[in-house]
């Protein structure tokens, strides 16, 4: 396999987290950095390359690894198969959109300062440690094929 001269974006932040490094684990959290919204262990194994042929179960364990050092963050579905995401300082927490339709999970706009803060403030004997905020519906697409097969239903009707 070829070797990296340069020391890669993942492989810097699997350095920092005192998380060894393996082919698998670079792999994996590479398509997690370039992906545009969370995947699941699923679609991190179709983006994997096909020879390396990594089985689910290594998928889970880097996933869970990486979650553990607190390089990815996990977002639950309506599917209950868990996403993941980076949860790197350059991805501060925002709320989720899950298509109940597809199973899409798609990133919302991150919480401001405030509402952040206001979350975080919670009563005193509380410790608030991670904050969730999953809103479920139809996604564009989703709600585009709902919308025509209505119309062709309606049609159908007369
Ligand atoms: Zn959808
Ligand atoms: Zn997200």
Redesign the pocket.
Known sequence: MKKERHPTKAAHTLKSAGISTTQQRLAVLNILQQAS??LSVGDIRKQLDPVSSVNKVTVYRIVSLLKKQGIVRD?SSASGSPYF?MATSDHPV?P?FNCTSCGTVN?LTPLTFSQARQLLNQPDNFSVDHIEINISGLCNGCLHATKLQNQTLKKGHR
């Open positions: 919204r969370p977002i995401e925002h989720h990133c």
